[in-house]
């Protein structure tokens, strides 16, 4: 298994361009299940989580080739509906076909998510959704049996809590519906709001794009115009850079990035002191005098992103005071704690929320990444830790951060992959 040895201590300096967002390709992909032709999906990231789908989408029938950033896509000839159970347990995003296989064949079979290392993530508001548009589903072995043999119907459909993919999911399946599907409280992050855009762009009627009620009026059955879509830049991956810039008190720059999508996150970097300069798609972060402590409660978006959470907790050991960081949206997302304290962090959870006492000198050691994010966490840690630190278990990055090591040491970082045996 291959992990990370980085030795900290270092001062960054320099640019890293950032990759187009994960978490907005991922429904996109889905999205090609909607298609009549051959869609063109340009800065695409280069991570597993995209290669998974890419290949649940081939196992299907469809025809997919990657050429550098930009995937090539027909779904044209698919023949199955089944999303076994060895895929989807990889990544619960493929969840994303449930809603357009069964818009356009009126019947598919998804394996359910499993648990997972951050709490228990049920998709019941996903299936009362398609339920309420006249589908029946069923639960046998396993799997989640979506029928609706004669295509689903519009309806207006209350998600009891905001929910990404969730709202992704019926989005799309409302575009194939018949008549008209009204969304309240739906979920507004960027990433929602580019898969609105696309069905927009292929002529699909569609209101309230960005807010926390969607209107779509659905083709009944007839599949879509989707030619060419650009992914937006990846806000994590653009806070995660920032982060690692701020952890070690140095000024970088990122670039390929959208300082609107990440307000959220500039703002509390601005409150631990930290300056900025935004020029068009370029953020660079000025070091600290004092890093202050910070108080952070994660919530949906525009406010402060989960998917930051861990991070946050990390740069948190390198401030001076004491700073609470609240965890609303998923439960038992602390697993990066017990990793960071083998540095020497000083950090206590407190049923959803941890108190990090700063500013620790943090030593390196042997890390095990748990879940994608917690791991960034664990590398920018290392960044500042004296001395050397292992990040093992480092799959769990590779399904979200597009070459981290090398983007990191093309500012200055002193890390490498290493291809080991544990
Ligand atoms: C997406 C992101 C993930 C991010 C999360 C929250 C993708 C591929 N993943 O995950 O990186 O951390 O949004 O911003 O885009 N819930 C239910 N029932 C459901 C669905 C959700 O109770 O049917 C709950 C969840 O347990 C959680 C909350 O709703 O407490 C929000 O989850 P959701 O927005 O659905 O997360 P994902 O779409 O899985």
Redesign the pocket.
């Known amino acids: 298994m291959q992990s990370l040895e980085i030795k900290g201590g270092l001062h960054l300096k320099g640019e890293v361009e950032i990759s187009g967002s994960k978490?907005s390709a991922?429904p996109l992909i889905a999205l090609t299940i909607l298609s009549r032709q051959t869609v063109q999906i340009d800065n695409i990231p280069n991570v597993v989580d995209i290669k998974t789908l890419t290949k649940l989408l081939q196992m299907l029938g469809s025809e997919a080739h990657f050429n550098s950033n930009t995937l090539t896509i027909n779904t044209k000839n698919i023949n199955k509906t089944v999303a076994t159970y060895d895929i989807v347990k990889t990544m619960?995003?493929s969840i994303l076909v449930l809603g357009p296989l069964l818009t356009r064949f009126g019947h598919c079979d998804v394996s359910l998510p499993g648990g997972c290392a951050i709490?228990?993530?049920?998709?019941?508001?996903?299936l009362k959704a398609l339920e309420e548009m006249g589908a029946t589903i069923e639960i046998e072995d396993g799997y989640i049996k979506a029928r609706a043999e004669n295509g689903l119907k519009g309806a207006d459909i209350f998600f009891e809590?905001?929910?990404?993919?969730?709202t992704e999911n019926i989005v799309m399946a409302a575009a194939l519906a018949q008549g008209k599907t009204r969304l309240f409280n739906c979920?507004m992050?960027p990433?929602v709001i580019q898969t609105c855009e696309a069905l927009r762009d292929a002529g699909i009627k569609i209101s309230g794009i960005g807010t926390e009620t969607i209107e779509i009026e659905g083709t009944n059955g007839e599949l879509l115009n989707i030619e060419k879509i650009r992914v937006i830049p990846d806000r994590i991956e653009a806070g995660t850079y920032l982060v690692a810039g701020a952890i070690t008190n140095s000024e970088i720059t990122i670039t390929n990035s959208e300082a609107k999508h990440i307000a959220s996150i500039i703002e509390k970097l601005e409150e631990m002191g930290f300056s900025f300069k935004i020029d068009n798609d370029k953020i660079t972060i000025f070091p600290a005098s004092i890093i202050k402590p910070v108080n952070i409660i994660t919530a949906?978006y525009p406010l402060f992103?989960?998917?930051m959470q861990a991070q946050f907790v990390a740069l948190a050991t390198q401030s001076n005071g004491t700073s609470i960081i609240e965890e609303r949206?998923?439960e038992n997302r602390f697993m990066h704690v017990n990793e960071l304290q083998r540095l020497g962090a000083d950090i206590k959870i407190e049923h959803n929320r941890v108190i990090i006492h700063g500013r620790k000198e943090l030593h390196g050691a042997d890390m095990m990444a748990t879940d994608l994010r917690a791991s960034s966490a664990l590398v920018l840690a290392g960044l500042v830790a004296k001395g050397s630190s292992r990040v093992h278990r480092i799959y769990h990055l590779d399904r979200g951060y597009q070459n981290l090591e090398s983007k990191l040491a093309g500012i200055g970082a002193n890390i490498k992959r290493i291809k080991g045996i544990l």
Request: negative net charge; aromatic residues 4%; charged residues 35%.
């Open positions: 978490n991922l619960r995003a709490g228990s993530r049920p998709v019941d508001l996903h809590k905001k929910t990404v993919t969730g979920a992050e990433e949906e992103p989960t998917d949206l998923f």
